[in-house]
């Protein structure tokens, strides 16, 4: 959702878009938020799941080609763009050989929606070379992590001030994206007396595990909760966060190829251990080139608190860090993605 976004902020005021997504979950309220039409069909996940589910996401699935073939039929596209999830097979199926088709791969490794629709796509916009070999015989153009106009717009000073951070004091990031993720969040929680005498925690729970962490604030004593900072979720300011930041502690999906180089900020990666090796892959891209730590999600409890403290008792590391991750930014790449798009809607028009 985030990258498309990213690209829908560098189109012109004046192109219609119609945003196709899922029937619930967060696009269905964030993306209308942003002034985007929306329209919301049926899918379900085929990778992973048992045969009975399987069977009942395979009928949700076809149902959701026949209704993004109306919304496609009554909209009339010039291109149809999608970066993967559920919706990307039904939607990219219906615009087979009617419009032009172009994909965005955001992770290392494509998922599996992905690697089905390069098959049938008219160029695939890749965040790194690696991707390349995922895709042989494929138009195929590195452009690097699109990142939201919101996340960039930030800086220390700024990011600092908006939460209510002294601006010399070590602050530690920890998030897990909108649902946020349990072990890391449990961690933490058993680390905050360990970690608060030496930094400031900026904590992003996600909404599940909010409840519990508003539990363990009262039990903190008030000299280390004034230097606690815990939200369920970070819309419009999560640029704040991490522009503030001095490490983060977070999972490995693909917005971290994006946003931690566009502010430099070094990070100790978790993958997300009960699902394919897309986030493995991301992490340990970003480690080989020195810019993140990874951290096996099962070595959480003993070793986050030893190895964020070392980190931020050493600078030059976090420094060094910090570099590699910037160096890793490619700040035209929601640019090059729209402009890519606006010249396969002309050749959408031309032979359409």
Do not use: C
């Not at 829908?8 to 942003?34: C, F, H, M, N, S």
């Not at 996340?151 to 209510?164: E, V």
């Amino acid at each position: 959702m985030y990258p498309a976004l990213a690209v829908y902020q560098r189109l012109p005021e004046t192109d219609q878009v119609l945003w196709i997504g899922t029937q619930k979950g967060l696009e269905t309220q964030l993306v209308p938020r942003a002034g985007i039409a929306y329209a919301g069909i049926r899918a379900g996940g085929l990778h992973g799941v048992g045969l009975t589910r399987m069977a009942r996401n395979a009928w949700e699935t076809w149902r959701g080609y026949l209704q993004a073939r109306r919304h496609l039929r009554a909209f009339r596209p010039q291109v149809v763009f999608t970066t993967g999830g559920y919706v990307a097979g039904p939607v990219g199926l219906a615009a087979w050989k009617r419009v032009p088709l172009a994909l965005y791969v955001p992770d290392i490794e494509p998922g599996m929606a992905l690697k089905t629709l390069s098959r049938l796509a008219t160029h695939i916009f890749l965040t790194v070379e690696e991707s390349r070999a995922f895709f042989p015989h494929a138009s195929t153009q590195v452009v690097g992590y699109p990142v939201r106009k919101e996340i960039l717009a930030w800086d220390r000073d700024r990011g600092r001030q908006a939460l209510n951070l002294p601006e010399d004091a070590p602050v530690l990031l920890v998030f897990g994206g909108s649902l946020g993720a349990r072990s890391i969040n449990l961690a933490l929680l058993e680390a905050l007396p360990r970690l608060l005498p030496r930094m400031y925690v900026v904590h992003i729970s996600g909404r599940r595990d909010w409840p519990m962490v508003e539990e363990r604030i009262q039990d903190l004593p008030p000299d280390l909760r004034e230097r606690y900072r815990a939200f369920p979720y970070l819309h419009e300011t999560m640029g704040a966060a991490l522009a503030a930041a001095d490490l983060a502690v977070a999972r490995a999906g693909a917005s971290t190829l994006g946003e931690l180089p566009a502010h430099g900020l070094p990070a100790v990666l978790v993958p997300y251990p009960y699902a394919w090796r897309y986030q493995q892959v991301n992490a340990r891209y970003l480690a080989e080139r020195g810019a993140a730590i990874i951290l096996p999600d099962e070595r959480l409890p003993q070793d986050l608190a030893p190895l964020v403290l070392d980190l931020m008792a050493d600078p030059a590391r976090r420094q060094a860090m910090a570099r590699a991750m910037r160096g890793l930014f490619r700040p035209q790449a929601a640019e090059h993605i729209a402009e890519g798009l606006r010249q396969l809607a002309g050749e959408g028009a031309t032979h359409g």
